[in-house]
């Protein structure tokens, strides 16, 4: 609809004040708003494992792993396993980080181990070197066969505050070997955590004895300990695809990887929104 033209006087002039609030004035175009997404912006952000890492900084805690193998029932071989990882022990800069305890169980072994978790994939590496033949060794060492059969990690967990052993010792399960024990995928970490919490219970029994003393502590409260056949049957060929081997393990905890988020691939959102 076409505006009216402006009213004028009859003589030519322009309308007097008061008319003039009746002449329609024409805007001008409004400025268009521009509209800021604020998920478009870079900003700092705090990711979750930041916020983890700060309430721990400072803290103490400690790991825990749990590992099997299988190794001949001679007490000359038990000697010999437990004199080199007590040397290897002995050369690390603070021994008393590194606590845990060793069975010997008929054909099997289980070693319970707590410290650091840099410190534990170190001990994880010796007991490894253990299950490896020694045809040309370094000056100092000696030539051997494999001491111990492949190493099985059967629990890993970290970020515990309270440590369950005080030192390191092995001890020699005295029971005979049972009725076997079924494993199945639906059962294998019930058999699993059931070994794992003796130990850790057995170990907290005895951790206010003097070190000196904690192998007889061990020895008196063996009846706390896993039976033979709860051992044996976590280090059966059954078993083996339920549990992770050293060199699986040491693919997934410990070798450097890179890991991209998916979150980080969509941030910043790209700027360019429309809606």
């Known amino acids: 609809m ?18 003039a609030s009746t002449v329609r004035r ?15 912006q870079e900003t700092k952000r705090t990711s979750l494992l930041q916020a983890v890492e700060t309430q721990l900084k400072g803290q103490p805690h400690v790991s825990r792993i749990l590992v099997g193998f299988g190794v001949v029932d001679d007490r000359k071989v038990h000697d010999q396993i437990t004199q080199e990882f007590t040397v290897w022990r002995k050369k690390l800069e603070e021994t008393d980080d590194l606590t845990g305890f060793l069975v010997f169980a008929n054909l099997s072994a289980v070693h319970f181990l707590e410290g650091p978790t840099e410190l534990l994939f170190a001990a994880l590496e010796k007991l490894q070197s253990l299950a490896v033949e020694v045809e040309k060794p370094q000056p100092g060492e000696a030539a051997r066969p494999a001491l111990i059969g492949p190493v099985r990690i059967l629990h890993f967990t970290e970020m515990h505050g309270v440590r369950a ?30 070994v794992y919490q003796k130990m850790l219970l057995l170990c907290a029994k005895v951790k206010d004895n003097d070190p000196s003393g904690v192998p007889a502590a061990y020895k008196k409260a063996a009846d706390g300990l896993p039976t033979v056949d709860e051992i ?12 992770f081997s050293y060199d699986e393990f040491e693919k997934v905890f410990v070798a450097p990887f890179n890991l991209v988020l998916h979150s980080e691939l969509l941030w910043p ?3 360019a929104l429309s809606y």
């Open 2 to 19: 076409a505006e009216a033209a402006p009213q004028t006087a009859a003589d030519g002039q322009p309308p007097a004040e008061g008319a």
């Open 269 to 271: 959102m790209a700027p």
């Open 165 to 194: 052993s005080t030192s390191w010792c092995t001890h020699t399960h005295t029971g005979k070997k049972g009725q076997e024990v079924q494993i199945e995928e639906n059962n294998s970490a019930e058999l699993m955590f059931k």
């Open 232 to 243: 044996a049957v976590l280090l059966g060929k059954v078993a083996a695809e339920f549990f």
């Open 26 to 40: 024409r805007r001008g175009p409004q400025e268009v708003q521009e509209v800021v997404d604020e998920l478009a």
